[in-house]
């Protein structure tokens, strides 16, 4: 698939540009060829670490192999891991400014050449892909074209003639320094700068501004409210002890800290998916807001640390913290693909906070919890699909991708929330049942208020599905919703009175 002068890939929106041109204006036309980087210049993000993303993410024990293949040169390692790799350039997070600015050179009959250290198989479908490029330079299994050996290519490509470049890293600066007119994109304060001391660039299109909010958002902080259920096995139990709270306390932010590392690590292995998605696409991994090496060092800072806080509450939570983050792992690789299974591990992951909660706390948790928080969290979890699959329809699409849904299975995956939604009220009436008399709760016939208001918030999130007003996070929904909240104080109200001695 090509690129027509007067269409553009799907991406963000185009980023200024300055300089002695105006990539969305009417730039003069030079007579120069001109080079283009890939990297980091016409696309944010790099194919290097996309390839061994999607390699990791097959079978992670391609590491060991990459460490072989390094060994015979980088050149090799990239050939290597190309050959094994379908990466869909069409997804990639192109820079629209820039491309705006090379169509225009296009049909004004300028000659332009994408030359890249990628390996010369994925260059060339970025290549064939856009449609405005008369050849391409790239490395092979012998040759990284970086730097010097890409500026020996160019000159000889060039005929010994001047040449023009666009580029973004310091590698870059040995091109520039030998070229007859420089274009800087997305190139640091400290790179732009070199590059100006060379010369006065013909076009510079600036980075995208590194936004702390873009960090928050791609740890999904909102999530730490999973984390609450830490707290389920004290407050069912009625445990006022201040240093069983502490200490969930401290569990909560382990989780989260935990949970906040597998979320970008499920992000980076999920980009294609995310970028093939109406709004997943904006996420800062999948846009290329962030890079996916700072993504790796969010994760080596994150995951040890999280293990090493639930070490030092204890070793069982330790393990437990292990066996979510292996579950966890599997899922973002490959259980998250197979219909039904995806759903049954989120859940699981759910009710695994309980269980945590519970040894922290030295609460044992009943079977009537287990189970209650089983079908609502089974019911949660297919609301996410759901909401997934009623706008991937809305969108004419048939399957939804990186998952193993087709749309054609929405109505059935309905029923099954429903239902498993509608049985965990009914479990929920069978243990207020069991607690009449009890001495948990000396007034059990009070809490039979819960149900209404349980089935009320059930089947009005189910109503919010069809009429698609939720979009693919429940979790999220649930806390922007005050109707929600309204129904929580509600049962928090009904629980405490149920609870108390003596009623007034």
């Known amino acids: 698939m090509s690129v027509s002068p007067g269409s553009l890939p799907r991406s963000s929106h185009a980023s200024p540009v300055s300089g002695r041109d105006d990539a969305t204006s009417s730039p003069a036309v030079s007579l120069l060829p001109l080079y ?36 015979r040169g980088r050149g090799n390692l990239k050939s290597q891991i190309a050959r094994r790799v379908e990466l869909d350039v069409s997804l990639l997070p192109y820079n629209m400014a820039l491309l705006e600015y090379l169509q225009h050179q296009r049909v004004a009959g300028r000659r332009l050449i994408l030359a890249s250290a990628s390996d010369r198989t994925l260059v060339q479908r970025v290549a064939d892909y856009l449609g405005i490029f008369d050849a391409v330079l790239a490395s092979d299994e012998t040759l990284n074209l970086k730097s010097a050996a890409k500026l020996q290519a160019i000159e000889a490509d060039a005929g010994g003639h001047g040449f023009a470049y666009a580029g973004n890293a310091a590698a870059d600066l040995a091109v520039w320094a030998r070229a007859a007119e420089i274009i800087v994109v997305n190139a640091s304060p400290g790179i732009a700068s070199q590059a100006q001391k060379l010369q006065t660039p013909a076009l510079i299109i600036p980075p995208r501004p590194f936004k702390w909010r873009l960090v928050m958002k791609a740890l999904r902080l909102h999530q730490w409210a999973k984390n609450a259920l830490l707290f389920v096995p004290l407050m069912a139990a009625h445990d006022l002890d201040g240093e069983n709270w502490f200490a969930t306390l401290l569990a909560f932010i382990a989780f989260g800290m935990c949970a906040s590392a597998t979320y970008v690590i499920n992000d980076l292995f999920d980009l294609a998916s995310d970028r093939a998605h109406p709004r997943k696409r904006a996420r800062p991994f999948a846009a290329a807001t962030l890079t996916i090496p700072f993504g790796a060092v969010l994760v080596l800072v994150l995951l040890p640390l999280s293990l090493w806080l639930a070490a030092s509450i204890s070793l069982p939570f330790f393990a437990l913290m292990v066996l979510y983050v292996v579950v966890t792992l599997l899922y973002s690789a490959r259980l998250k693909q197979i219909a039904i299974v995806d759903v049954l591990v989120l859940a699981s992951l759910y009710t695994h906070r309980i269980l945590a909660g519970g040894l922290v706390s030295e609460v044992v948790i009943s079977n009537w919890l287990l189970a209650v928080s089983l079908f609502m969290f089974l019911s949660l979890a297919l609301v996410k699909r759901c909401a997934e699959l009623e706008f991937m329809s809305g969108d004419g699409k048939v399957a939804l991708a990186g998952r193993g849904y087709r749309t054609s299975d929405l109505s059935y995956l309905i029923s099954m929330g429903i239902a498993s939604g509608f049985v965990a ?37 189910w109503l919010k599905i069809a009429r698609m007003e939720i979009h693919d996070d429940p979790l999220l929904f649930a806390i922007t919703d005050r109707t929600s909240w309204i129904i929580a104080v509600l049962v928090a109200c009904v629980a405490l009175v149920a609870s108390i001695g003596e009623m007034a």
């Open 425 to 461: 009220v009914m479990l929920l009436a069978l243990y207020i049942d069991s607690q009449v008399g009890g001495a948990m709760y000396p007034h059990a016939e009070i809490l039979w208020l819960i149900l209404p208001l349980m089935l009320f918030w059930i089947m009005r999130l």
């Open 36 to 71: 283009v980087d890939l990297d980091g210049t016409l696309t944010y993000t790099d194919l290097l670490f996309e390839s061994v993303l999607l390699l990791i993410k097959r079978n992670p024990l391609y590491l060991f192999l990459c460490c072989v293949w390094l060994l």
